[in-house]
């Protein structure tokens, strides 16, 4: 087999080289993200979210399949912008509560307002989401797809490109 001396045949990476690549992948995204959250977030418990925004692997026979992030359930308020008397409904941030528990609510001992939203204040809302993990991915996944691509193949980054999705927090409900 002939090869041009300009470019060199390089050896297929082997399974540690590529765990290590995902993961030094994922650590730099997470890096990202946390410096991000540090610009959306202040106050005492900013700093508990960024602290669980921790790097997920699953592997199977040595073999890294899947990387993700966990973190606090309240990070994906911050993402939305809502929280704190302030609610999500078609798409903008209007103060109310969530409109599917109708029945007799309790406070402290009290009867609670069942409102969905406020009726009387229409200004609007100076509250915004804040894109702090999303972002990251999609300026990243290239890279990842050019290392699944150099250990798995083309097919394999079409796939990590197609479900881009599954590592993005959902907009979907809401």
């Known amino acids: 087999m002939q090869t041009n001396p300009n470019h060199p045949i390089t050896p297929p990476i082997t399974v540690e080289q590529f765990n290590k690549q995902v993961k030094?992948?994922?650590?730099?995204?997470?890096?990202?993200?946390?410096?991000?959250?540090?610009?959306?977030t202040t106050g005492e418990s900013s700093g508990k979210g960024q602290r669980t925004?921790?790097?997920?692997?699953?592997?199977a026979f040595g073999e890294i399949?899947?990387?993700?992030?966990?973190?606090s359930y309240y990070l994906?308020?911050?993402?939305?912008?809502?929280?704190?008397?302030?609610?999500r409904k078609n798409g903008n941030v209007v103060r109310g509560h969530r409109g599917d528990n109708?029945?007799?609510?309790?406070?402290?001992?009290?009867?609670?307002?069942?409102?969905?939203e406020y009726t009387g204040d229409h200004r609007p809302v100076a509250r915004h989401g804040f894109d702090w993990l999303d972002i990251e991915v999609r300026n990243n996944i290239e890279h990842?797809?050019?290392?699944?691509?150099?250990?798995?193949?083309?097919?394999?980054?079409?796939?990590?490109?197609?479900d881009t999705k599954k590592l993005l927090i959902d907009k979907t409900n809401g």
Not at 28 to 38: C, E, I, N, T
Request: net charge positive; aromatic share 16%.
């Open 144 to 162: 990842l797809a050019g290392i699944t691509a150099s250990y798995h193949g083309d097919k394999a980054a079409q796939a990590v490109i197609k």
């Open 76 to 87: 994906v308020f911050v993402h939305f912008g809502v929280g704190r008397g302030y609610i």
């Open 102 to 116: 109708d029945k007799y609510r309790m406070y402290r001992g009290k009867p609670a307002k069942t409102w969905k």
């Open 53 to 59: 925004l921790s790097p997920s692997f699953k592997s």
């Open 24 to 40: 030094d992948w994922t650590f730099q995204v997470r890096g990202r993200a946390k410096s991000r959250l540090r610009q959306a």
């Open 65 to 71: 399949y899947s990387t993700g992030f966990k973190f």
